[in-house]
């Protein structure tokens, strides 16, 4: 247990960033999912610059580590180039 104001206010803050982390990043699991389903490149081609820009966010917030933010871009573009 804390035994200072100021420990017990870090002990608060982290589990708010937790809370939020783990909300970024299973929304950007969903929104992953909801983009390799699609099959239309027209609309795939749209969606990668936001997909691209959410994961780039959350790599700079170190909600997810800048080289798993690289993987999952390059998949991205990836996909795209790989439809019809």
Do not use: C, W
Not at 26 to 38: D, E, I, P
Not at 59 to 84: E, P, Q, R, Y
């Amino acid at each position: 247990m804390a035994n200072h104001k100021s420990s017990e206010k870090r002990i608060r803050q982290t589990e708010a960033r937790t809370e939020n982390n783990k909300y970024f990043a299973k929304s950007m699991r969903t929104a992953l999912k909801k983009f390799r389903a699609t099959t239309d490149k027209k609309e795939a081609a749209e969606q990668a610059p936001k997909m691209n820009a959410m994961l780039d966010k959350l790599s700079k917030n170190n909600v997810i580590h800048k080289n798993k933010a690289a993987n999952l871009k390059s998949s991205v573009d990836k996909h795209v180039n790989g439809l019809n």
